[in-house]
C-alpha cells in the first residue's frame, strides 16, 4: 500500500450560482475557474466512478456525503479487459467538485494518491468546507442552475463582486455537443473470441459497461456517436448497445437518425442517455427534469411484475409519459418516488433500454440481469 499524505496548503475558493447566491470555502485541486451546470448527487461512496462518469461532463458535482477522499484514489494503471479497473473512463469528466470535508490523510490498500493530488494532476478546482447541504436544499428547490467555481492560488484573494457577475452570463452546456466531447474519435475493438459481435455507439460509454459485456462473452466495437447507419450495419453486429451519456438527448441529432434506420433490424439494449435517444428516435418525447437522479438507492419500479429494483442513477433528462400511443414502445419501469419513466421496450422486437445503471460503478448491481437477457435476444435472432 502507497500512502501519501495531502500537501495542499489553504486556498480561497466560492462557488457562485447563476442567481447570484455564493458560497465560500478552502480550495482544493487545480487553482482555477471552472464552469458548468451545479448538481448534486446522493452517494454515500464511489467518488472516482462518479468523477470519471462521462455522462457528468459539463457539470459542477456537489456531493452530499460530508466526509470525501477518505480512501483516497487508485491507480489507473490497473486493468482489466485493457481498461481502468477502478474508473469509468481515461480522465475526470466533471467540470468542478464541491464537498463539504476533505479527508487529508485516506487510508486504503490500493491508495495512490489523495483526491487533492488527483484534482490537481487533471487540473480540476474542488471547493471544500461549504454546507452542501444547503446548496443540495436550494437546488430541489429552484431546479439546477448554472455556477461558476474558483479556486485561488495561495495568498490570492477572491474578487467576489466579478464572480457574481460572471455567474450570470454563463453558457449553459446543455446546449452545446457534450456527447462530441465524450465519445470516441475511431472505433475500438474489445474481443473475448465470443460468439457475438456487438456494436456499441458511444454516447460517453461508462467502462463498466463495456466490462459486462465482455464477461458475457460479448465482442464489442465501440464506434462515435455520429456513425451512419450504413457504417454499422457494415460491421454485420449481432446487436447494438446505444450507451448512457451528457448532455440534452435532442442535441444527439445523428445518433437519433441513425437508430431510426436500424432500431427494428437488431436486438437493441440502451442505458440512460440511450433509453431518451432511443425514445427520440421512434417518435417520442424527452423533458429536462427539475434536478435530475444522481444517486445510488432510486427505486425503479416494474409495471408488469410490480417488483422494484434499487438503482443507480445519473440523469437530468426523461422520456414523457405521454409519448406512448404514438410509438412502437411501452412503458417498463417508473421511478416509485416521482412515477417519471425508468425503462422501456419495444411492444413486438427485442429492444429494450432503462433509464438507471445496472452495470452499477458506483452503487448496487440487483439489475445486470439485464445484460442477461440482452445476450438472451442475440441468442434468439
Excluded at 451528457?246 to 436486438?267: H, L, R, Y
Amino acid at each position: 500500500m502507497v500512502q501519501q499524505l495531502n500537501s495542499c496548503k489553504s486556498k480561497k475558493a466560492a462557488l457562485v450560482l447563476e442567481d447570484g447566491t455564493f458560497y465560500l470555502g478552502k480550495g482544493f485541486g487545480a487553482a482555477r475557474k471552472a464552469t458548468g451546470e451545479v448538481v448534486f448527487s446522493t452517494s454515500m461512496v464511489g467518488y472516482p466512478e462518479a468523477l470519471t462518469d462521462p455522462s457528468y461532463k459539463g457539470q459542477l458535482l456537489a456531493l452530499t456525503y460530508p466526509l470525501v477522499g477518505n480512501y483516497g484514489v487508485p491507480p489507473y494503471c490497473d486493468l482489466n479487459f485493457g481498461i481502468p479497473l477502478y474508473f469509468e473512463s481515461d480522465r475526470i469528466q466533471t467540470s468542478g467538485l464541491i464537498i463539504h470535508e476533505l479527508c487529508t490523510d485516506p487510508f486504503h490498500w490500493a491508495s495512490t494518491r489523495t483526491l487533492d493530488q488527483w484534482l490537481r494532476d487533471e487540473n480540476i478546482p474542488g471547493i471544500s468546507g461549504i454546507d452542501t447541504r444547503a446548496l443540495t436544499k436550494k437546488l430541489r428547490t429552484h431546479g439546477v442552475m448554472l455556477g461558476i467555481l474558483q479556486v485561488c492560488e495561495e495568498g490570492e484573494d477572491l474578487n467576489l463582486e466579478s464572480l457574481i457577475k460572471e455567474a450570470k452570463a454563463i453558457p449553459d452546456p446543455n446546449q452545446t455537443d457534450l456527447v462530441s466531447a465524450v465519445s470516441v474519435k475511431e472505433p475500438v475493438h474489445y474481443a473475448v473470441s465470443g460468439k457475438y459481435n456487438v456494436v456499441l455507439i458511444d454516447c460517453g460509454v461508462k467502462y463498466n459497461i463495456i466490462r459486462n459485456l465482455l464477461n458475457r462473452g460479448i465482442n464489442v466495437t465501440r464506434v462515435p456517436h455520429d456513425l451512419s447507419a450504413k457504417e454499422i450495419l457494415d460491421y454485420r453486429p449481432a446487436g447494438i448497445f446505444l450507451s448512457n451519456g451528457p448532455g440534452d438527448p435532442k442535441k444527439c441529432t445523428a445518433t437519433i437518425e441513425t437508430i431510426k434506420e436500424i432500431v427494428e433490424q437488431k436486438p437493441l439494449m440502451g442505458i440512460c442517455l440511450g433509453a431518451q435517444i432511443l425514445a427520440l428516435a421512434v417518435g417520442g418525447d424527452t423533458y429536462k427534469l427539475k434536478y435530475g437522479h444522481r444517486s445510488q438507492n432510486q427505486p425503479a419500479l416494474d409495471l408488469f411484475t410490480n417488483r422494484c429494483y434499487i438503482t443507480t442513477q445519473n440523469h437530468g433528462y426523461a422520456i414523457t409519459n405521454e409519448c406512448f400511443s404514438r410509438t412502437p414502445l411501452e412503458a417498463w419501469f417508473v421511478n416509485a418516488n416521482d412515477k417519471t419513466i425508468e425503462g422501456v421496450r419495444h411492444k413486438s422486437k427485442p429492444v429494450f433500454a432503462v433509464q438507471w445503471h445496472p452495470e452499477a460503478s458506483p452503487g448496487p448491481y440487483d439489475t445486470e440481469f439485464l445484460f442477461d437477457m440482452f445476450l438472451k435476444n442475440l441468442e434468439a435472432a
